[in-house]
C-alpha cells in the first residue's frame, strides 16, 4: 500500500504544482506572448503601408533557392483591387466555400467557410479563410513560373491582369480559364477546379509560339501577413507552418522560427505544405509525380511568413505546349475530407493536418469511435458516454485483476498494521516482512497504481480529439454545456450565473467539474485512510485540485472523468462485496467529520 500511496502521491503533487505553474507562471507567460503577437500584427500591418511584395522562389546555376522580389503594390492600390473597384474577380461558390479570385495575379485571397461561423450565434461572421492586400491580414495563394538562369522572358507576376476566357462563377461542377499573353510569343493559360469540398486543381499552361525553346519552372506559394489574430499559443496545439515532404517527413516550425531562419528542403518528390491553424488549414501540394524544392521564408522584416514549393524545370520546345498541375486545400481540417485528398491526390499524411500528439496510435481511433458513436445516438456527448464504458470493457480484464488485488490488501491491513508496529523503528525489516507476505498471498502492491495508469493515455488522447478535432467545435450535449471542446461555462462562485458578476478564469468552477471533483472523491473514499497525517491530508485534498485544473478543460473531458470515475468506483464496490472486504465508504467519510468536530472543539 505504501507503494501505492506513494505512487498517487507523487501524481497529486505533481497536479498541485501544473495548478501553480499554471497561475504565477503558465498564464502571464501566455498574456505576454499574446501582447507580443498582437504587437507583431500591428508592425506587419504598419509595415504595409511601406511594401507588399512577395518573395518568388528562384534556381541559381547552381540549383539552389534563392529569393528575388517581385514588383511592390501600394496599400492604395491594393485596396483598389481588394474593393473590386478596378479589378475584375472570378465568384467563388460551391457548396462549402464562398469568396472570389482577383485576376490580378490570378491568385485565390478571397475565400469564406460557408457552414461556420466565427461564434455560436447563427448571426455570427462566416470564418474567413483567406483575405487580399489591403485587409487587416491578407493571406493568400499564388502560383506562376519563373525562367532559368540566363533567360529573360516576360512572365505573369502577381501584378499582371488575367482575361477570364472561360466560367463566369467557379463552382464545383464549372471550372474557369484563365489566359494570358506575353506579347513575345508565350501564351500562359490557367485552368482553375473546386471541388464539393476544400480542393482546388490548378493546370498552369504554357504554350510556345516562338523560334526557340524555352526553360521555365512552376511554383506556388502561401503568403501570410502578419500574425493570425486568433493565435492561441498553447502549448498541446501547434500553429503555424505545417507540411510533409516526402522522405524527409514531417516538418513543423512555430511563427518564431519562421521569422528566425528560412528553411530549405531539395529534391522532394511527394507531400505537401502549408499554414494551419486550430481548426483550419491552407496548404499548397505539387503533382506527387514532379520533384521539387519546398521552402518555408519571411520578408518585409519578419512580417510576411511564406511557404512556396518549386517544381522541377520543364522545356517547352517551338511549337508545342506543357501543363504543370497541382493542389490547393483551402477549409476545415475534417477528418473524413483530409482522408478522402490522402487517397485521391496521393498527399502523404494529409490527416497529420490535424495535431493528434504524441498518441496518435491511440487519438485517431478514439476519435472514429466518438464519430461512429455519435452517428448512432446524435450527440457527441453521449458517444463520450458509451466510448467510456467500451474502453472500462476493452480494460476490464487488466482493471478487475488489480481491483482484485486492491481489495486482498484491504483484506490484510490489519496483519499490515501488525508489522508496522512490530518493525516500527527498523524500516528495512519492516519492508522485508511486508514483501514476504505480499509474496504468500500472491499479491501485487503496485496492480493498484494500473487503473490511473491505464487512464492518461487515454485522457490525453481523448483531450487532443475534444480540442484538436473540428468535428467536435460547437457540439453541444445537455442543458448548459452548448460546447463539448470548451470548458464548463458556469461556476459556483457566481452560484451558476445567479449573481451577476464573471469571475477570472481560475475560479471559473462549473458544475462538471465538481460532479468529477465529487465522483474521485467517493472513489478514493473506498479506501481506507493512510496511516500518514500528511498523506491523509493530500488524500483529502487531491479532489479538490483535480476540480480546480479539471475545470480549465474541455467539459467533455470533464465529462468523461466524472463517469469514468463512476464506473471505476462502481467496479470496485462490487469486487470488494465478492471478496468479503468492507466499503469504508461512509465510515471513512464520518471520520473525516468527526475530526473536523473534534478540532473544532478544540
Known sequence: MNEQRNFILAIGLSIVVLIVWQFFIGNPQLE???????????????????????????????????????????????????ADQFVPRVEINTDNLIGSISLLGGKIDDLNLKNYRVDLDPESELVKILSPLGTANPFYVHHG?????????????????????????????????????????LIFKRKIEVDEDFAFTIHQQVINNTDTSVDLFPYALISRHGIPDDLLNFFILHEGFIGVL???????????????????????????????????????????????????????????????????????????????????????????????????????????????????????????????????????????????????????????????SMSAMKKLQPEMTIIREKYKGDRPKQQQALMKMYKDEKINPMS???????????????????????????????????????????????????????????????????IMGFTMFVQMKLNPSPPDPIQQKIFTWMPVAFTFLLAQFSAGLVVYWAWNNTLSSLQQYVIMKRMGVKVELWSNIQNIYKKNQEKNNK
Open 32 to 82: 505576454e506572448k499574446d501582447l507580443e503577437a498582437r504587437s507583431v500584427v500591428e508592425a506587419s500591418n504598419k509595415s504595409l503601408n511601406e511594401n507588399s511584395s512577395i518573395s518568388i522562389p528562384f534556381p541559381d546555376k547552381q540549383g539552389n533557392l534563392i529569393s528575388i522580389p517581385a514588383a511592390d503594390i501600394s496599400l492604395d492600390n491594393a485596396k483598389e483591387t481588394s
Open 448 to 514: 493498484g497504481c494500473l487503473p490511473i495508469i491505464i487512464q492518461i493515455p487515454v485522457f490525453f488522447a481523448l483531450y487532443k480529439v475534444l480540442f484538436c478535432t473540428i468535428e467536435m467545435r460547437h457540439e453541444p450535449f445537455f442543458g448548459w454545456i452548448v460546447d463539448l471542446s470548451v470548458q464548463d461555462p458556469t461556476s459556483i462562485f457566481n452560484l451558476f450565473g445567479l449573481i451577476p458578476w464573471s469571475p477570472p478564469a481560475f475560479l471559473v468552477i462549473g458544475v462538471w467539474p465538481i
Open 145 to 185: 513560373w519563373v525562367e532559368d538562369s540566363g533567360q529573360d522572358i516576360n512572365l505573369p507576376s502577381e501584378n499582371t491582369l488575367w482575361s477570364l476566357e472561360k466560367g463566369n462563377v467557379l463552382t464545383s461542377a464549372n471550372p474557369i480559364l484563365l489566359s494570358w499573353d506575353n506579347d513575345n510569343g
Open 246 to 404: 516526402g522522405e524527409e517527413g514531417e516538418k513543423k516550425a512555430d511563427y518564431d522560427d519562421i521569422a528566425d531562419e528560412t528553411e530549405i528542403y531539395n529534391d522532394i518528390m511527394g507531400g505537401w505544405l502549408g499554414f494551419t491553424d486550430k481548426n483550419w488549414a491552407t496548404v499548397i501540394a505539387p503533382n506527387p509525380d514532379m520533384q521539387y524544392q519546398g521552402r518555408y521564408t519571411t520578408s518585409n522584416n519578419g512580417n510576411i511568413f511564406q511557404t512556396d514549393f518549386l517544381g522541377s524545370k520543364i522545356t517547352i520546345n517551338q511549337g508545342e505546349a506543357m501543363t504543370s498541375s497541382s493542389y490547393v486545400f483551402s477549409g476545415a481540417k475534417r477528418v473524413n475530407i483530409l482522408d478522402k485528398y490522402e487517397d485521391k491526390y496521393n498527399l502523404l499524411n494529409l490527416d497529420l493536418l490535424v495535431d493528434w500528439g504524441w498518441f496518435y496510435f491511440i487519438t485517431k481511433p478514439l476519435f472514429y469511435l466518438l464519430s461512429w458513436l455519435n452517428g448512432i445516438f446524435g450527440n457527441y456527448g453521449i458517444a463520450i458516454l458509451v466510448a467510456t464504458v467500451i474502453i472500462k470493457l476493452f480494460f476490464f480484464p487488466l482493471a478487475n485483476k488489480a481491483y482484485k
